[in-house]
């Protein structure tokens, strides 16, 4: 959650923001917890992304899932690499709208 977000959240109910500096952290520290409803939120999100998830892959055999899974972590690997590389070089990272 950014500093733009927690507002919103705590007018929602969802989060509660408390001073970071009680808690040994600098003047302008924000600590940000969930509140029962923000929980209660969270787990009924996690609910519909994995009913989403398992939807999408019913149609995949196991051997196929396994497939996927495997291929998914390698671009997984090869984009934290390629990002780790770029950090602090700057380098064109691609965001660019112009052809």
């Known amino acids: 959650m950014n500093a733009r977000n927690a507002p919103r959240a705590q007018a929602q109910g969802l989060v509660v923001r408390e001073p970071g500096e009680a808690a040994g952290y600098g003047p302008r520290a924000v600590l940000v ?10 787990e009924q999100s996690v609910d519909v992304v994995l009913g989403r998830e398992a939807r999408l892959v ?3 055999s196991q051997a196929e899932r396994e497939t996927l899974v495997g291929l998914l972590d390698k671009l997984l690997a090869d984009v934290r690499r390629q990002m ?3 950090e602090g070089a700057g380098e064109d990272r691609g965001d660019r709208t112009d052809p």
């Open 33 to 42: 917890s969930l509140t029962a409803a923000g929980h209660q939120l969270v």
């Open 58 to 60: 019913g149609g995949l």
């Open 84 to 86: 780790a590389g770029q």
